[in-house]
């Protein structure tokens, strides 16, 4: 194993366990958050193909049980992922606001939503290819739709100088 997935896998467990211990763990998935929003004006999805810890541990430690399958092309659908991206938020903004009233109960929450995440993540792993949860993870839609949102920006802003 290399050592970057090496220590995506120990980022994950730590994360993962080290959150139930000692809730303000969790703070770090606010940290990777927001670190693929800002690595997002550099290129759309940069952080997902070069230091999400989430994606290189499933390419670690899932290739062997999975079973390489496709998955379906609904699971692609922009509005699909948009609509988990907005439910994830949701639940994430209902929770703050009824229980993070110190750093760390926000530190439980963002745990508790990452390791249902990994849950996910890994079940989708097993069934379909390694990186499967990829193709859905609401960090990445966020992603997404920052990156077209800024390039339509950027085109009108454009149409707009070849007007005048």
């Known amino acids: 194993m290399n050592p970057k997935k090496l220590l995506s896998v120990i980022f994950v467990v730590a994360v993962a366990v080290g959150g139930y211990f000692y809730p303000p763990v969790g703070l770090l998935v606010i940290g990777l958050i927001v670190l693929a929003v800002v690595l997002n004006f550099r290129s759309t999805r940069y952080f997902c193909g070069r230091i999400c810890p989430n994606g290189a541990s499933l390419q670690a430690v899932l290739p062997k049980v999975s079973r390489k ?35 760390a109960q926000v530190g439980r929450i963002f745990w508790a939503i990452y390791v249902i995440s990994l849950g996910i993540s890994y079940t989708m792993g097993i069934f379909f290819k390694p990186r499967a949860w990829c193709a859905i993870c609401p960090v990445g839609t966020l992603q997404d739709t920052l990156g077209s949102a800024s390039t339509k920006d950027n085109a009108s802003k454009d149409s707009a100088k070849a007007e005048s």
């Open 69 to 103: 399958h496709r998955l379906p092309k609904t699971l692609y659908a922009p509005e699909l992922r948009r609509a988990l991206c907005a439910f994830m938020l949701f639940c994430m903004v209902n929770l703050l606001v009824r229980f993070g009233h110190s750093w």
